[in-house]
């Protein structure tokens, strides 16, 4: 024989017995109809509780999501008017710094550094107000998903 072909016999070491378990059959009682009743009700006020947990769940979930949607929305918008604002007050103070290369006496300085402090004060007034206006819309319009979800809840409540 070629050594490809022998295989030696496998003797087992040690050996289980060979048996089998025993069936132990549960024995069939029946429920009593008011404990099924009971936990039948359970069940379906539990389900029932279950509903109305995931219906709030995903009414808050739309409401934040209305939230986060106008609070960025309004974070955009008053950004974009800050850099806005930003251009045009760098603008003005470039012509400002153009329009006193010009000047041929130190009266017509201190009248022009009159001037531009005037219309300055007066544009960064306006600007502040319009950038208070817009802050407080913003605040308006995030609040207003959430005081409309308090008041469904509370409404639901009563």
């Known amino acids: 024989m070629t050594e490809a072909t022998y295989k030696a016999p496998v003797v087992p070491l040690f050996e289980m ?3 089998e378990m025993p069936k132990f059959d549960m024995p069939s009682m029946e ?3 008011a404990f099924r009743e009971f936990a039948e ?3 379906a006020q539990s389900k ?3 509903d109305k947990m995931k219906a709030a769940a995903e009414q808050h979930t739309e409401m934040l999501e209305t939230v986060y949607s106008t609070a ?3 974070a955009t918008e008053y950004g974009q008017k800050v850099m806005e604002m930003t251009r045009a007050n760098t603008n003005a103070a470039f012509d400002f710094m153009d329009s006193l290369f010009g000047v041929k006496s130190p009266s017509e300085l201190v009248e022009l550094s ?3 402090a005037r219309s300055h004060f007066e544009k960064l007034s306006a600007q502040s107000k319009e950038l208070t206006a817009l802050a407080q819309k913003v605040a308006t319009d995030t609040a207003e998903p959430i005081k409309t979800g308090v008041e469904k809840a509370m409404k639901k409540v009563a």
Do not use: E
């Open 41 to 43: 009700k359970g069940v």
């Open 17 to 19: 017995p060979k048996f």
């Open 72 to 74: 960025s929305k309004g």
């Open 114 to 116: 009159t001037s531009h």
């Open 48 to 50: 029932d509780a279950y």
């Open 31 to 33: 429920m009593p109809a």
